[in-house]
């Protein structure tokens, strides 16, 4: 780690110093012009090929990668440096010690600049060759490279300008080091096609991710046939011209920096797009530029070179084509280069399409996006801010998001917090839903406000339901107060006046008033057990069932029941036996009807309540009445009560209580 450390404060050193100290060398050699200008233009690529390195090996990440770097910029350290001595040496007269050297090595010292990049090739991304098999491969790489560098440095062929005045070292004869060099050149041309077949291999055994490290990898490489072909159409003629320096950075930074991406995994999965994007541009740039000449060709025939008309035409032709075509040629290159993404993109456009026709409900966004990046188990969970909570689409509160599967995606419109998409933890599923995220925004945001006002409904209906029952049992307790307490006392008190009365003559005429008042009592005593009885009655203390055959035994005609005998909450039953004692009495009441049905059972969570009679039928809630506030009743529980004539006459009161 020390090492690495200092690296870094030497290169740092040098780069302070080392443009001044060109810049020197370049006036005071004269001659050897254009040091400065090759320092500030590729010594950018050379410090990023030592940060990559010094980074990767920092991290431990990609094996002997990162070592690799640093060995390839020390190669490129030297040679500058080497270079710049020589030419100090040799531009001011002075006979410095290893000028020579230097020389020769900017020479012949250029299978050093490949090696590197050729042994990245083979172990790319993750520091291990293909197989054991392949270290027969590197050690001929080794051998051609060093080969070709002995067969140049010893041999007498005339140096580069500008060493072409300074004597080779000529240590071989001319057919021995031509030898060497031709075996090294063709063992540098094998091996580096094998570099190129391992990394096509490792493409095609590789998954998802490893494909985009090597994507980003070929990518930076396609740099290099361009710079090669750029350098030839030189016009400078010595390679020092814009064409050849503009590529070479690129080259130079763009390959480090791809591998530090690639074995990194930094952004890793937006080579796809900058791949696509790549392609788009160069295909428009030829199209519209292919264009633009036809145009100013016809327009020459027709009109004569140099006519301002033609460019004008030719001009406007681009321009009007630019948009249509970029739009045709994105979606082509798309669909070529990324299936995947752009069936999902077309997936998600789809449902917002639907979305806005009505065609889908907003809550859907959750199985498109699944459908989208191939993940079975993602899901949506909605955030709601006044309750500082996830929720689910029936928009039940979630204190924790499940553990499983184990990616966590956040959805965020600007500063607003959406939700959180729950889905594999796979880098590719994250990568693919962050842009489709973006594009399905409004739906998660429109999702999210239904979800709330969903819960904020069904929190109504809870604290409706909460009411009834804190209703029913202050009703219970008032029956049992009414029970215990004055039904007794009276009960009692008419115990003492027939007590009293026994006492007294029979032709008393006290005794026939004690016998007006115990009767006047009585009615008291009944009156206030009706009282108790319509506030909660007795009998559904041994169930639903035997509670409305009790209330179809004081009717006044014949009442068929059918009602199950399972047991409900004390609530439900409550409501249920007002519902079926307020159609009984709705009925004896307005119908005269000669036979009435109850029936009464658990349908799919719900309690269903009908009583049918068969009178002229025409029932009708009348609101502040008997049905219309049984319905109130039963909405405040989360159900339904529904009246309507029965088809062949009579009225059919239906009521459904959950009861799950």
């Known amino acids: 780690m020390r090492t690495l450390w200092v690296l870094a404060g030497a290169t740092a050193l040098f780069y302070l110093v080392g443009l001044p100290l ?19 233009i590729v010594q950018p690529g050379v410090l990023m090929t030592f940060v990559v390195g010094w980074l990767l090996v920092l991290r431990r990440a990609g094996g002997v990668i990162g070592w690799m770097l640093l060995a390839n910029w020390l190669v490129l350290l030297t040679a500058a440096i080497a270079s710049t001595y020589a030419g100090y040496a040799y531009g001011t007269g002075n006979d410095l010690p290893g000028a020579r050297v230097g020389a020769i090595w900017d020479t012949h010292g250029w299978p050093l600049l490949f090696a590197a990049f050729l042994a990245i090739a083979l172990v790319v991304p993750d520091g291990r060759l293909l197989s054991p098999r392949w270290k027969s491969v590197a050690w001929v790489a080794a051998a051609s490279f060093g080969l070709t560098m002995i067969g140049g440095l010893t041999s007498n062929r005339e140096l580069d300008h500008p060493w072409d005045h300074v004597r080779p070292w000529g240590l071989l004869p001319e057919s021995v080091t031509g030898l060497l060099s031709l075996v090294g050149l063709l063992g540098m041309v094998l091996t580096t096609l094998l570099g190129a077949a391992s990394v096509v291999i490792r493409y095609r055994r590789a998954d998802q991710t490893v494909r985009r490290q090597l994507k980003w990898i070929a990518l930076a490489g396609l740099l290099l046939p361009i710079t090669i072909i750029s350098a030839s159409f030189d016009p400078s003629g010595d390679s020092s011209g814009p064409l050849t320096y503009v590529p070479l950075l690129l080259l130079l930074v763009a390959v480090p920096l791809s591998i530090g991406v690639a074995v990194l995994r930094y952004r890793l999965y937006d080579v796809d797009r900058v791949v696509t994007t790549t392609v788009v541009y160069v295909t428009l740039t030829v199209l519209l530029g292919g264009a633009f000449v036809a145009v100013i060709l016809v327009g020459g025939v027709g009109l004569g070179g140099g006519s301002s008309f033609t460019t004008a035409a030719a001009t406007l032709a681009v321009a009007l084509a630019f948009r249509p075509l970029r739009a045709a040629v994105q979606r082509r290159v798309e669909r070529s280069f990324d299936p995947r993404r752009w069936s999902g993109e077309r997936l998600v456009d789809d449902f917002l399409v639907d979305l806005r026709a009505g065609r889908r409900e907003p809550e859907a966004v959750g199985e498109t996006l699944a459908a989208a990046v191939g993940d079975e188990t993602l899901q949506v969970f909605y955030w709601l801010p006044g309750q500082g909570l996830h929720a689910d689409l029936l928009g039940t509160l979630l204190p924790d998001l499940p553990p499983a599967p184990s990616g966590r995606t956040p959805v965020r419109r600007g500063d607003l917090p959406l939700g959180t998409v729950v889905h594999a933890d796979r880098a590719l599923v994250r990568h693919e839903l962050e842009h489709l995220l973006v594009r399905a925004g409004l739906a998660v945001e429109i999702a999210r406000l239904r979800v709330e006002v969903r819960w904020q409904l069904a929190e109504v209906e809870r604290s409706r339901t909460r009411i009834v029952s804190a209703a029913l049992d202050e009703r219970r307790r008032l029956e049992r107060d009414l029970h215990d307490g004055a039904q007794q006392q009276l009960v009692a008190i008419g115990l003492d006046l027939r007590h009293l009365q026994a006492g007294l003559d029979p032709g008393s005429p006290v005794r026939d008033q004690l016998d007006e008042s ?17 506030v909660r ?39 249920a036996y007002f519902v079926v004692s307020e159609a009984l009495a709705n009925a004896l009441k307005h119908a005269t009807p000669a036979s009435i049905e109850v029936l009464a059972d658990r349908v799919d969570g719900r309690l269903v309540v009908t009583v049918v009679d068969d009178g002229p039928g025409g029932a009708v809630a009348v609101p502040g009445r008997g049905l219309a506030g049984m319905a109130d009743r039963v909405a405040a529980m989360g159900g339904t009560l529904h009246v309507a004539d029965r088809p062949g006459g009579g009225t059919r009161v239906r009521a459904e209580l959950p009861c799950a």
């Not at 370049?26 to 254009?34: K, L, P, T, V």
């Not at 009767?519 to 108790?532: E, F, N, S, T, V």
């Open 22 to 40: 060109d810049f020197v060398v370049e006036r005071a050699s004269g001659w050897y012009a254009g040091s400065v200008t090759e320092f500030v």
């Open 537 to 575: 009655p007795s009998t559904l203390d041994a169930g639903l069932a035997p509670a409305l055959a009790e209330l179809a035994g004081r009717t006044s005609v014949r009442t068929v029941l059918d009602v199950t005998d399972e047991r409900f909450a004390a609530e439900v039953e409550a409501a």
């Open 518 to 534: 115990v009767d006047r009592l009585g009615d008291a005593i009944r009156g206030l057990r009706d009282l108790a009885h319509g």
